[in-house]
C-alpha cells in the first residue's frame, strides 16, 4: 500500500513551486496520485512491455502514414493493451507477477505512443528527404528518427510548465484527457489506495475521475460496437449527404457517422466543437456555393488548379473542396497556428526562464521539489541539446556539412 512521505507532503498546487497560480483551473486542479504518494512508476517489466507496443505500433503507424498520409492514435489503445497485458500475467501468474499501478501504466502508455509519434515523425519526413535529392537509406532514416525524436524531448522539457502545468483547463489535449481518465478507470486497488490516502477532496475527486474513466471506456465500446456494425453490415451510409440545386446550387450538407470524431467533441466541449462545425457551415453553404455560382461564367479552371482540370461549372462539390476550400482551410490553419504562437510567446519564454532558474538552482532543491514538478536538470538537457546539434552536423549521413542553416 502507497504512503505518504512526511517530509514531502502534498503540495495545495503540486506543480507550481511559487505563488500561486492565476489560472483558477489550476488552482482547484488535484493530482488523482498524491505528489508524496510512493509508488512503483519506472520498474523494468513495464518498459520492456512499452518498448515492445511502441514497436508493433510504431511499425503500424509508419505504414499508415506512409500510405494514406494520416496516422492513428496509439495513447488509449496502449493504455488499454497494457491494463489488459499486466492483469492476465498476474492472473495467469497467481499474483506471483504484481498487478502494475497506475504510473507503471503511464510508463508503458507513454512508451509505447512514442512509437507512433517517431514514426509520424519519420513518416512526414522522408518526402522531405526525396525532394532533397537524398536516398533512404537505413543509416540516414535512423538517424533522422533518433537525433529528431531525442531533441524534440529535450525541448520539451523546459515547456512542460508552460503549455501544460500553466495551461491546464484552458489547452484541451483531448488524446491525454481520455487517456488519463481509461487508466484511471483501471487503476489497482494500490493506485486507488495511494489517490485516497489525502483529504476528504483528494478522495472525491478520485472517485469522480474513476467513474469519469469508467464512461470513456464504455463509449470506447459502443463505439467500437457500432464502427464494426457499419463497416461490416453497411447498417446506413458512413456519410449521408444532401446536394442542393438551384437556386442553390454548390451547397450541401453531410454528416459523418464516425464515432471518434463524437468522442472527441465530447472531450473538446461544446464551444471548440461549434467553431469547428462554424468552419463546415462556411465551406459547405457559404464559400463552395459562392465559388459555383461567380464561377461558372469561367470557360476555365482557375487557380490553383490546373488548366487541364475541369472547368467551375463542371466541378462537383468535392472537386470544389480539394481544388479550393482546401487550400482556404490550409491557410486558415497556418493563420491561426502563426497567432497562437505568437500569442504563445509569453508562456513559452515563462517555461524557458523557469529552466534557466533551474540552471542556477542546487540539486537539494530539485530533489525536495514536488514528485510532479520534478524535470531532467537543465544542465543535462542544454548540454544535450548541444551535443545532438553537434552530431547532426558532424554526421556524414545527414550532409549538413557543417552548417546548420
Known amino acids: 500500500m502507497a504512503s505518504i512521505d512526511p517530509s514531502n507532503p502534498p503540495n495545495e498546487f503540486p506543480d507550481i513551486v511559487g505563488p500561486a ?21 519506472l520498474t523494468p517489466l513495464p518498459l520492456i512491455i512499452g518498448t515492445l507496443l511502441g514497436m508493433v505500433f510504431g511499425a503500424s503507424s509508419l505504414y499508415l502514414v506512409l500510405k494514406v498520409g494520416l496516422t492513428v492514435s496509439a495513447s488509449i489503445p496502449v493504455a ?12 495467469i501468474s497467481k499474483n506471483k507477477i504484481r498487478n502494475t499501478t497506475i504510473l507503471e501504466n503511464n510508463i508503458v502508455q507513454t512508451a509505447g505512443s512514442a512509437g507512433e509519434s517517431i514514426a509520424f515523425g519519420l513518416g512526414v519526413t522522408m518526402p522531405a528527404i526525396m525532394i532533397l535529392g537524398f536516398d533512404l537509406e537505413i543509416t540516414r532514416v535512423m538517424l533522422v528518427a533518433i537525433l529528431g525524436g531525442l531533441i524534440g524531448i529535450l525541448m520539451m522539457i523546459p515547456l ?12 484541451k489535449y483531448p488524446e491525454g484527457t481520455a487517456c488519463a481518465e481509461v487508466l484511471k478507470a483501471a487503476a489497482s486497488p494500490e493506485s486507488r489506495d495511494a489517490a485516497h ?14 467513474g469519469g474513466g469508467k464512461i470513456i471506456i464504455g463509449g ?20 449521408p449527404e444532401k446536394i442542393f440545386g438551384k437556386p442553390f446550387e454548390g451547397g450541401s450538407i453531410s454528416l459523418e457517422n464516425n464515432p471518434a470524431l463524437l468522442g472527441v467533441g465530447y472531450i473538446i466541449g461544446p464551444r471548440i466543437s461549434a467553431l469547428m462545425m462554424g468552419g ?31 472547368a467551375i461549372a463542371q466541378m462537383t462539390v468535392e472537386e470544389i473542396q480539394k481544388g479550393y476550400i482546401l487550400y482556404i482551410g490550409a491557410g486558415a490553419v497556418a493563420a491561426a497556428g502563426i497567432i497562437s504562437l505568437i500569442r504563445s ?14 540552471l542556477r538552482s542546487s540539486g537539494s532543491a530539485r530533489e525536495n521539489a514536488p514528485r510532479t514538478d520534478q524535470d531532467l536538470s537543465m544542465k543535462w538537457v542544454v548540454g544535450g541539446i548541444i551535443a545532438l546539434l553537434v552530431v547532426m552536423m558532424i554526421a556524414p549521413q545527414l550532409n549538413l556539412r557543417f552548417n546548420l542553416l
Open 21 to 41: 497560480p492565476v489560472n483558477p483551473i489550476l488552482a482547484r486542479f488535484r493530482p488523482f496520485i498524491p505528489p508524496g504518494a510512493r509508488l512503483r512508476e
Open 80 to 91: 488499454v493493451l497494457s491494463i489488459t497485458c499486466f492483469r492476465f500475467l498476474s492472473w
Open 160 to 171: 512542460r510548465r508552460a503549455l501544460i502545468v500553466q495551461q491546464h483547463g484552458h489547452l
Open 197 to 210: 490516502a489525502g483529504d476528504a477532496v483528494a478522495r472525491a475527486a478520485a472517485d469522480e475521475a474513476v
Open 220 to 239: 470506447f465500446a459502443i463505439g467500437f460496437l457500432y464502427y464494426g456494425l457499419l463497416q461490416i453490415f453497411k447498417i446506413m451510409k458512413e456519410v
Open 280 to 310: 463546415g457551415v462556411l465551406s459547405y453553404l457559404v464559400l463552395i456555393p459562392a465559388i459555383k455560382y461567380f464561377g461558372s461564367t469561367a470557360a476555365a479552371p482557375l487557380p490553383p488548379e490546373p488548366p487541364t482540370a475541369h
Open 345 to 358: 510567446i509569453p508562456l513559452i519564454w515563462h517555461g524557458l526562464k523557469g529552466g534557466l532558474a533551474d
